[in-house]
């Protein structure tokens, strides 16, 4: 069991982890997501030591491995790594790969070390390359012999940093194959990755890393099919999202305007759906809310979906409940509701901007 | 009136020694065999007393426009000037060797010295003759630090020495008669102690290093006569003349001595005993007509005379003994430190790091020459220790410089995953760096290491500036002795070769011992246990 209490991780620049806790259970296999720079490879680094944390505590089965009089070492032993990048010591053949941490820290014997690691590259299926140098393999069959050698010490944890990142797609593949045979082996297994699919078929839990921490913890179905956060689910569908905060009738609605042209631009929506999430746009504040409102601050979120082809207008406010469907006279809301998808009300009294129009629009 | 100056460098630089060797031999060899055939003419040592005919100039004004030589440090253009307005070209020797050498090939036409080893040369060399005329009359000295208190002592033991017995030493040591060199030995019971005297070792007849690295001669004989006086033992050092003066000034050595004239300057820099007349006296070629002036004995005599005479054999041997000494202690202790020094400084903090790199600039930055010499008689002016373990201390920081810059270069061409690789299997940080890193930056260390050593060997040949008699010096001495260029120069640079090529062949060993993928594997002869 690994308890992250607090962990912090600073550089003089740049923060990637602010305050992480968390508890690994044995068994865990854990995927990590997130976008890019939110400290999802430096939270494994920081779990076996190879970078180390500028503040809290890690927890390996009750002992804080972070204390300066810690010999990390001995955690390490338990955490096999596997990294982007392979690192195969390339002095050595395959074989040697892998029997040559066992001797050296296990103090294994040699005809013990060679019947595990043919054992090993058996399983990885590689039998038979055990006398050939890291410098004639493929990417993929790098990876598997470093997955191999990461098993040879026999560890009770495996932390995984984007064992596919640096693969051709065409390797991709195998080595999902051996990730996924591994997770039959009951270690408790940590996958820092960027495929989506392949994370949610082999895990048991989600960490999506976000804003220098854990942003959201729980398993691959709350995660995938029903993220409880905006961020996480923007980041699941892909969501591409602009927001605008209008506070009154005063503002810049033609600069607004040119805001969602180039919104459209940048992520390639089709003319015709931002055509529409103009439309909305307008009609929704300057038809039928300001009139009302007046002065009450409205808030509009745009996200668009490209692989639904799907784009989504909200406007949130506050001050009392408002529907503007309510209204049979308003023309705007009929002429709104002919153009789009859905266009629907809620009411949610706890929250501050108690109001939400949801506008969805397809092509 | 136009003048050039010319310094001739010591002859210690490797590699236009082994051009020279190269261009030597393909425009001589054909003109050896053919010099076999009339080696009859030629005047060796052997048969000094043969007719010449005089001496080619007998005139100042025969000498306008022609090159007169002397050696470094000499001071004495005015005074040829003085007699010889339109010199052609002052050139200038380290060695008495070279120049005789330089003289009988044309390169030069006259050859200022003292008279004392004028008188020797000329006795020597039939086809050489004295100048008629002496530029100038002085007097020898031994030199002591200024002030020393005991040159009063020295100078009354020199005055108990008769007139009678200085001239018999004059004729013996100027003479051609080399079965009469000889040392008398130190007999006396020397009870007030050993002193050291530097002494140049070329200068024959007044100092100069002898068959099996005696020091023998004139001045020494001289010193030995007063040392007899004042009951004390005499330590000889033989070094380079432009040694001598620092040697007694920093204290290494009571006084000095190698056919030193007194002049005003360097009567500023040290004090003497006067001993004997001194006379500034030009060498010149003897005009025989028809005489060849060939730098080449046939073989087989030049080969005795370099090699088999007074056993010159064993001063090689010497020479290379020390040259191999120096090179490889040098390898050894600088391979040690550059390790030791790059091991600290691996985790080291950032000031020791850049404390470390400023020495090993200044190491690389500075010629070894200056360096040694800056060893030998400022950082150890004080203390007595031998050139050659100054020589081993200056290399050793020379090679280990290197050292740490080639492990710092091999070790940055491992990429840093495979430290962190070993690390995230519990590895420590010295055991990673060893079975890991280091094994994978050799292959890219060993060949500088190795191009680092053959230079070393060669670089060694400068030693001879902080008394170091090592195989280039030998080379030297015995072209003073033979005054010969060809086979001693040949002998050193083939020793050269032969020293490079054997010490190459052990690193070559140590390079396939280390090779990664020679190595044996560590799955060798491993098999699965059948156990069904």
Redesign the interface.
Known sequence: MIELKHLEKKYEDITPLKDVSTVINDGDVISVIGPSGEGKSTLLRCINMLERPTGGQILFDGVDITDPKYDVTLARRRMGMVFQSFNLFGHLTVIENLMLAPMDILKRSKQEAYETGIALLKRVDLAGREHQYPDQLSGGQKQRVAIARALAMDPSVILLDEPTSALDPAMVGEVQTVIRDMTGMGKTMMIVTHEMSFARAICNRVFFMNQGGIYEDGTPEQIFDNPGKDLTRRFIHRLKVMELKIESPDYDFIGAGSEIEQYSMRNNIPSRIKYRIRLAFEELTQQMLFPVLKHTPVMITVEYSEAESQAIVIACYGGGRFDPSEDEDNLSYSVLKGAVEELSYTYDEEDELSNTIRVVIRE | MQRTRRHFPPQHCPAARSFTVLVLTSIVLPLLVSCGAKGSEYDSSQNAAAVSSGPEYTEYTDLSGKTVSMLTGAPFEELVLSKVPDVGEFTFFSGMPDMILALKSQKTDAVLNNNAIASLAVNRNADLELFPQSLKDGVFGFAFDKGSPDREKWQAAYDTISEETKQALWDKWTGSDESAKVMPAQDWPGKNGTITAAVCDTLEPMSYTGEGGEVKGFDVEMILLMAKELDVHVDFKAMEFAAIISYVQSGKALLGAGSIIVTDERKQAVDFVEYYPAAFMLIVRASHPGNEHSLFAPVTDSFEKTFIRENRWELFLQGIGTTLLITVLSIIFGTILGFVVFMLCRNGNPVANAITRFLVWLVEGMPVVVLLMILYYIIFGKVSVSGTFVSVIGFTLLFGAQIYTMVKGGVATV?K??L?????????DK?AFF??VL??ALPHIMPTYKGQIKALIKATAIVGYVAVQDLTKMGDIVRSRTYEAFFPLISVAIIYFVLTAILTFFVNRLELCID??KRK???KG?K??DRT
């Open positions: 990429d995953g495979q962190e690789a070993a690390y995230s299997l519990g590895y420590t055991k079975r890991i094994l994978q990664p993928k594997s560590l799955s491993m699965i246990n």
